[in-house]
């Protein structure tokens, strides 16, 4: 069975652009895949986080997994700094990288353009996430277009390790969903929606409420000639919502256009706003079981203990394939 490892930041709560095209789909691998589910938490702090508050977005994180339907039995849930090896790692990947290969890294120039109080971990980030990945064997990453310049240092840095040292690290294989991998924000269509957009208005929240979905929804961008038709060029704010409704509804885009042909888009969009609500209600309900119980942190501590005992593994290997520590390890 190949293996697959996935990390999100727990950097504020999870849009449904990040349900559509992540985690509905991580439900669906658990069933023929080997995975790890890691909310990577070291790689939240490369800028600066309020302690309580990255604390409350660590749990919260955790029971989304778990309402979404990652299930403990299938799957491995943990948190990335509560495995040691992974920081160990992620600096054995930092001897092995290249300043100029980071420095080119679009994220990075993205984010440190124009300060000069830059953090060094916002340059270094890249091999603690290849060691995140390479410690498990990992055979597949599932991606957004976003990530796919880290993914491929990744795979650089890996064949590098392999080539210098001794070949114990698997490639992996970078894979981007067809579907509803690029939710758009719904005020700026050109735009991925984001959580960490500071306009509300711009995603929906996996937490909000039908109220909010359905004002949210509403006022999401369109057009001026009334058609439902998808059209991204054209029409890409039209084409984003027919994405979330086919991915919430099961419906075809082309079944959608023929129901909406001549009804405008004041029902299209409240029939939209409905087709989230009935997606996003169970999860809601079972998130908040989740947070208040202990059910949840026992399931984290499970994880925490199997993602140690699997990384050890690797982090040992790599040790001694770079002559690190002593030879009776």
């Known amino acids: ?13 999870l849009t ?26 070291q790689h939240a702090i490369t800028v600066p986080q309020d302690r309580l508050q990255l604390r409350k977005n660590i749990k919260s994180l955790a029971a989304l997994y778990l309402a979404s339907g990652i299930s403990q039995e299938k799957s491995t ?31 990075f120039k993205d984010k440190s ?28 990453v599932p991606v957004g277009e976003d990530q796919k310049q880290h993914l491929e240092l990744t795979r650089d840095l890996a064949h590098r390790f392999n080539t210098r040292y001794n070949d114990i690290f698997t490639i992996p294989e970078v894979r981007i969903p ?22 509300a208005k711009s995603y929906i929240s996996m937490l909000d409420d039908e109220s909010v979905i359905m004002k949210k ?48 888009y004041g029902p299209f969009k409240e029939d939209t706003a409905h087709a989230v ?13 989740l947070m208040k119980s202990e059910e949840l942190d026992l399931i984290l501590d499970q994880g925490a203990l199997q993602a140690d005992r699997d990384a050890k593994k690797m982090l040992i290997k790599a040790e001694r394939a770079m002559g690190l520590g002593r030879s009776r390890r």
């Open 178 to 199: 067809k579907v509803g991998a690029r939710i758009m924000s719904l005020n700026d269509p050109s735009k991925k929606m984001s959580k960490s957009n500071p306009k």
């Open 217 to 264: 929804m509403k006022s999401a961008v369109t057009d001026s000639d009334g058609e439902v038709r998808y059209d991204p060029d054209n029409k890409p704010g039209l084409a984003n919502l027919l994405t979330i409704y086919s991915l919430c509804s099961g419906e075809s885009i082309e079944t959608l256009e023929k129901k909406y042909a001549s009804s405008g």
């Open 277 to 289: 609500i009935k997606v996003l209600k169970p999860i809601q309900d079972r998130y908040e079981e």
């Open 113 to 140: 353009g124009g300060s000069e109080a830059v953090s060094s971990a916002l340059l270094t980030y890249p091999p603690l996430m290849a060691a995140d990945i390479l410690l498990y064997g990992t055979d597949i």
């Open 77 to 107: 849930l943990f948190i990335q700094s509560e495995v040691p090896a992974h920081a160990q790692l992620g600096w054995m990947m930092q001897c092995v990288s290249y300043i100029g290969e980071l420095e080119r890294m679009t994220q």
């Open 16 to 41: 449904l652009g990040n349900y559509l095209g992540a985690m509905k789909n991580f439900v669906e691998m658990q069933e023929d895949y080997h995975c790890y589910f890691c909310i990577v938490d």
């Open 1 to 13: 069975m190949k293996t697959i490892f996935s990390g999100i930041q727990p950097s504020g709560t």
